[in-house]
């Protein structure tokens, strides 16, 4: 054990107190914003588009209601057609946008609850059939200022078959609740709405509006689409989706997550090359078991791999922090990203250090790397799907799967806070006994690769290095 | 085997393939002398030291090492400085030796380490990295890191290559302090004559195989002999095949013959002097070089230090 932490020492010393780990750390980010600046481009080769969103608007005194107001705020007249802040054209800044909202009204059911919820599941046929992209729903009582310390109420629900409606959430929502809000002052002072539109500043806009959204409102609800209940054929309201916890977070930590394990275990790679040309490998079996040398190794990466994702996710609670969103990282959350992190960096680097032994230089590596570089990216295929749906079977049992368990486990656990605990303890568990197998059979390549030259193995000579030893 | 035994290898053979590198090798190395393990180029010299460090195991026989079989904790024991030299480059000379020293088991090393590289005259260059040193500076550095944690058995290949003269003293007064200390060592070299006046008994193997081993006297007694060193006024003329010699080997204008059983240096001078004008005549003990040629043959005497 000694011997394991004076090479761990090493490894983590030389890794952390390097320029490319300083590189590393400044990398990572500007990774992450280089893939939003490429899906920024692709935006420009977007074709044009033309969402189509519905809006029930449920306030009484429909001659004042919402619509009217967006209406009076844009200074278009037409009853089907509200961009209330932006050229109807589509054109905001000079810059055309791909994305042009289109508006429809939709005339409101009667005001009892069943009525209501029948007609959510008929509008959203319309959504199924792709006649709209998406409907809000405007409470009745939404321009009504709830009294203090009331429960948040739902003043506006947007209905929705996507996981993640970007261009509603961007171009739409905004408008919708702040005509929304500026109704209900209108409502609380009707003399406001006789200045007309040319009359208030924005300042003055945003102030009302902030006024009235203060108090007592949970702003947009976002929901899936309601649909009639297949065994008592009663409807049933969609589920509420919550864009952070159930998209960003899950998603944000298993990239981080992926990238730490190959920013990690790639230079464990390289480096036993590096000194299998450099032969150093000798020296170091001169005074070590392979196995502790492989051992230290891990150790060494792991650690930095994990400080590496702890720098990182301190700078996401931070930032965090400052758009009030802090609260979904939750503790529990980050505890299990260490715990999957390690033993993913544990499993993944043993494979990548049994691989580096095994071969003479990076180009006979990347024969072995593709299988192993494949099973570590199937996660990401099926990242989405788990996200829509943490609690199928195939999430259930590509979380169980070893090589997935880390991204997978982590996923659910960020979607489901209240997954049964065995489910990540199975997990664990299972990635324990791998993890101890692949480096028992990574050592064994490893105390025969570490001294080999020449031609790299065929797949045949290492089953042959595990099984015999030689 | 004995306690006073370091190494005894029993019947050790190691193949790779269908190439056989150590054939069926026996060998006992006793403790606290300087054990010479010569043999020329690719004549399985690496592989039994890699055998005896436990970097390979054994196809057939047996290996021990300061009394253990497989291994265990006699690695801290053993010292190692392999043919080809590995350093971390981007290492300082100074965390190089402590990060070797406390591989060994050695708890606080610095002021050994300290100690070390004034003694090879290294201690200025302490807190450079490795890959500003020269080569011999990195050979003295390896060597330090090799018995610095004052093993009982050191395994040194080749330490004096890459040396210039002085350097070689000063490293060889190492070595002759290490055996005064009671460390083992194994010094695997092809400067024989450096190894005939340092080495307190040899062990010699070819293509595989044992041809030699014992101590100097034993080597005298059992492949020594007198040996006659000959040049003529025509370097044209050959010895070779004259009645009496044994074998003939040229070396520069000279010839070293090598004696057969049943004649003297006299008888073969009489043999010789018809050949024609004999600039030089000497007579004298078989160096160990001598023994080496003979023995190995002079295909492989061409890689040899004379």
Not at chain 1, 240 to 254: Q, R, S
Not at chain 1, 458 to 463: A, H, N, Q
Request: proline letters at 5%.
């Amino acid at each position: 054990m000694e011997k394991i932490l004076v090479i761990a020492r090493r490894e983590f010393r030389a890794a952390v107190v390097s320029k490319a780990f300083l590189i590393s750390i400044i990398l990572m980010p500007l990774m992450m914003l280089g893939s939003l600046g490429v899906q920024i481009a692709l935006e420009r080769f977007r074709p044009d588009e033309e969402r189509v969103l519905g809006i029930i608007d449920r306030t009484p005194g429909k001659n004042l209601g919402a619509v009217e107001t967006l209406n009076l705020l844009s200074g278009d007249n037409s009853t089907n057609k509200m961009d209330p802040f932006g050229d109807p054209a589509g054109d905001q800044g000079g810059k055309k946008q791909r994305v042009r909202i289109k508006f429809v009204a939709i005339e409101p059911s009667g005001t009892d609850p069943e009525s209501i919820l029948k007609q959510r599941v008929s509008v959203g046929d319309r959504v199924r059939k792709r006649e709209l992209s998406g409907f809000f729903d405007i409470h009745p009582d939404a321009l009504v200022t709830p009294p203090k310390d009331a429960p948040p109420r739902e003043d506006v629900t947007y209905y929705t078959d996507r996981t993640f409606d970007r261009d509603v959430l961007t171009m739409a929502s905004g408008k919708v609740l702040s005509a929304v809000y500026l109704q209900r002052a209108a409502c609380l002072n009707p003399l406001l709405l006789v200045k007309g539109r040319n009359s208030y500043t924005p300042e003055e806009l945003s102030s009302l509006i902030r006024e009235t959204s203060k108090a007592g409102s949970r702003g947009l609800s976002m929901k899936d689409l309601p649909h009639f209940d297949p065994a008592t054929g009663k409807p049933v309201d969609g589920q509420e989706t919550k864009i952070a916890e159930n998209i960003i977070v899950p998603l944000v930590l298993v990239m981080l997550m992926f990238i730490v394990i190959m920013m990690g275990a790639s230079p464990l790679l390289q480096a036993v090359i590096e000194e299998k040309m450099q032969r150093i490998a000798e020296v170091l079996l001169g005074s070590a078991q392979p196995f502790d040398i492989l051992m230290g190794k891990l150790l060494g990466m792991t650690t930095v791999g994990v400080l590496l994702a702890l720098v990182y996710l301190l700078g996401g609670a931070f930032i965090a922090s400052r758009f009030d969103a802090a609260r979904f990282l939750r503790a529990d959350l980050v505890l299990w990203f260490v715990v999957f992190e390690t033993m993913a960096l544990l499993m993944f680097g043993a494979v990548f250090l049994a691989v580096g032994s095994a071969v003479s230089d990076i180009k006979q590596a990347q024969t072995l790397l593709t299988p192993v570089t494949l099973i570590i990216t199937i996660p990401l295929f099926v990242l989405m799907r788990v996200i829509e749906d943490p609690g199928s079977g195939l999430a259930r049992w590509m979380s169980l799967f070893p090589t997935a368990t880390p991204m997978m486990m982590l996923a659910r656990i960020a979607l489901q806070p209240d997954l049964p605990l065995w489910e990540p303890l199975l997990g664990v568990f299972l990635m324990l006994i791998t993890t101890l197998v692949v480096v028992l059979l990574a050592s064994r390549i490893f105390r025969i690769g570490y001294l080999s030259q020449g031609q790299a193995p065929k797949i045949r000579d290492l089953i042959g290095w595990i099984v015999k030893g030689e | 085997m004995s306690h006073l035994d370091a190494v005894v290898l029993e019947k050790v053979t190691k193949r790779f393939g269908n190439y056989t590198a150590v054939d069926g090798v026996d060998l006992v190395i006793q403790h606290g002398a300087i054990h010479g393990f010569l043999g020329p180029n690719g004549s399985g010299k690496t592989t039994t030291l890699r055998l005896i460090m436990r970097l390979f195991a054994p196809d057939e026989g047996r290996v021990v090492v300061m009394g253990e079989t497989h291994g265990g904790c006699s690695r801290d024991e053993v010292g190692y400085l392999p043919e080809e030299r590995g350093l971390y480059k981007t290492m300082k000379v100074g965390e190089m030796l402590e990060f070797l020293a406390r591989l060994k088991g050695v708890h606080q090393p610095a002021s050994l380490v300290d100690d070390w590289l004034k003694r090879f005259d290294l201690f200025a260059w302490k807190k450079k990295k490795i890959e500003t040193l020269s080569k011999g500076m990195a050979q003295k550095v390896q060597f330090i890191g090799a018995i610095i944690s004052r093993p009982k058995l050191a395994l040194l290949d080749e330490p004096f290559s890459g040396l210039d003269p002085v350097n070689a003293l000063v490293m060889r007064e190492a070595l002759i302090r290490l055996r005064e200390e009671g460390t083992t060592v194994i010094l695997s070299t092809h400067d024989l004559a450096l190894a005939e006046q340092m080495c307190d008994s040899f062990f010699l193997i070819h293509k595989g195989k044992k041809l030699l081993s014992g101590s100097w006297s034993e080597v005298q007694r059992d492949h020594g002999g007198e040996r006659v060193r000959v040049s003529f006024v025509d370097p044209g003329i050959r010895p070779d095949g004259v009645s009496g010699v044994a074998g003939a080997i040229p070396t520069g204008e000279a010839w070293e013959l090598d004696i057969a059983e049943n004649a003297t240096p006299e008888s073969v001078l009489a043999e010789l002097l018809p050949l024609g004008g004999i600039r030089r005549f000497e007579t004298g003990q078989a160096s160990l070089s001598d023994i080496f040629l003979r023995l190995v043959g002079a295909t492989a005497g061409a890689s040899v230090g004379h």
